[in-house]
């Protein structure tokens, strides 16, 4: 579960894999599908293990059991389109979603079991 910056969006994840939206009022506004890293794996082979928004709360990171991490656009109006903008596949690692680089910061077999930000995306 994660509030947006602006406290205007609430995400929750489901077990089956689904992220919900939810507006300041505690109404499901949107709901999104995420997806394996690997479509030969299927929907079953992962779980979510942490979700963040950006400081400026059009994106939503999405860290997986499968070792990779989307970040999605989800658009700062309710109705926007949502599209995946950046995938990182890694362990744990530091992403830079303006250059769309990353680095090792931690190298382990161990998945992603936490997402935070800092600064600007």
Request: charged share 25%.
């Amino acid at each position: 579960m994660a509030w947006s910056q602006n406290n205007a969006k609430f995400a929750v994840c489901t077990v089956d894999r689904v992220v919900l939206l939810y507006n300041e009022h505690g109404e499901r506004r949107e709901k999104s599908s995420t997806k394996p890293a690997d479509v030969k794996y299927g929907r079953k082979s992962y779980m979510v293990k942490g979700v963040a928004f950006s400081p400026d709360s059009t994106k939503i990171a999405i860290g997986q059991t499968d070792n990779i991490i989307y970040v999605n656009k989800i658009g700062e109006d309710w109705g926007d389109k949502k599209v995946i903008c950046n995938k990182f596949i890694q362990m744990v690692r530091l992403a830079n979603t303006k250059t769309n680089k990353s680095s090792t910061i931690y190298g382990t077999d161990s998945y992603v079991v936490s997402l935070t930000t800092m600064g600007s995306w």
